[in-house]
């Protein structure tokens, strides 16, 4: 199975500020089929970012993706309140298809 | 608006089978790959599996002795069954539709996701 490792497990950032979330594959993802998702108290994911940095539908510009092969980060530009949740990345290119641990992105 | 939702019980005793429902509202179940999914309390997601309309099937290996996944068209359902189950596989249960496409397909619409609990 393809280990995803993500960090930080806790980021602590203002509105206004940039966020960088990493995620580490332990093995080289096919087609960068690599996608991040966003999750609120409560609620189910939300698709952010499919193909390593294809925005999905109706993602504001201030979300992006990056990376290849092992190595991936999805940045958020300019923090709004909203923006705060836990992020999750996630392999869908290899059986079983597998999640990260996610990164909690707390107001600091 | 497609929508999804989750039934079944929320307690279910160790060595017994779950059994989980998702009705899909607003669409149809065809042409789309429908897909189950877990999440520990405080910890990651976990793919258990998904099944396309016509029913051809894809486990997590980790799972798949002890599950099954069934659609039911004329309904606009599928199914999920764990069968022995321990309080390993407590956590809240998702499905979703695996309706976004670009290779392969991701979810796009989820149900509220329904807890689980195994416990006696």
């Known amino acids: 199975d393809i280990v995803l490792t993500q960090s930080p497990g806790t980021l602590s950032l203002s509105p206004g500020e940039r966020a960088t979330l990493s995620c580490r594959a332990s093995?080289?993802?096919?087609?960068?089929?690599l996608a991040w998702f966003q999750q609120k108290p409560g609620q189910a994911p939300r698709l952010l970012i499919y193909?390593?940095?294809s925005r999905a539908t109706g993602i504001p510009d201030r979300f992006s993706g990056s990376g290849s092969g092992t190595d991936f980060a999805l940045t958020i530009s300019r923090l709004e309140p909203e923006d705060f949740a836990v992020y999750h990345c996630?392999?869908?290119?290899?059986?079983?298809?597998?999640f990260g641990g996610g990164t909690k992105l707390e107001v600091k | 608006q497609v929508q999804l939702q989750e039934s079944g019980p929320g307690l279910v005793k160790p060595s017994e089978t779950m059994s989980l429902t998702c009705t899909v509202s607003?669409?149809?179940?065809?042409?789309?790959?429908w897909s189950w999914m877990r999440q520990p309390p405080g910890e990651g997601l976990e793919d258990i599996g998904y099944?396309?309309?016509?029913?051809?099937?894809s486990y997590n290996p980790s799972l798949k002795s002890r599950v099954t996944i069934s659609v039911d068209t004329s309904k606009n359902q599928f199914s999920l069954k764990l069968s022995s189950v321990t309080a390993a596989d407590t956590a809240v249960y998702y499905c979703?539709?695996?309706?976004?496409?670009?290779?392969?397909?991701?979810?796009?619409?989820w149900g509220q996701g329904t807890l689980v609990t195994v416990s006696s």
């Open positions: 979703a539709r695996l309706g976004y496409c670009s290779g392969k397909c991701l979810p796009d619409y």
């Open positions: 607003g669409g149809s179940i065809s042409p789309y790959y």
């Open positions: 099944i396309y309309y016509s029913g051809s099937t």
């Open positions: 093995q080289s993802i096919n087609n960068n089929y």
């Open positions: 193909g390593a940095s």
């Open positions: 996630h392999q869908y290119g290899r059986s079983p298809r597998t």
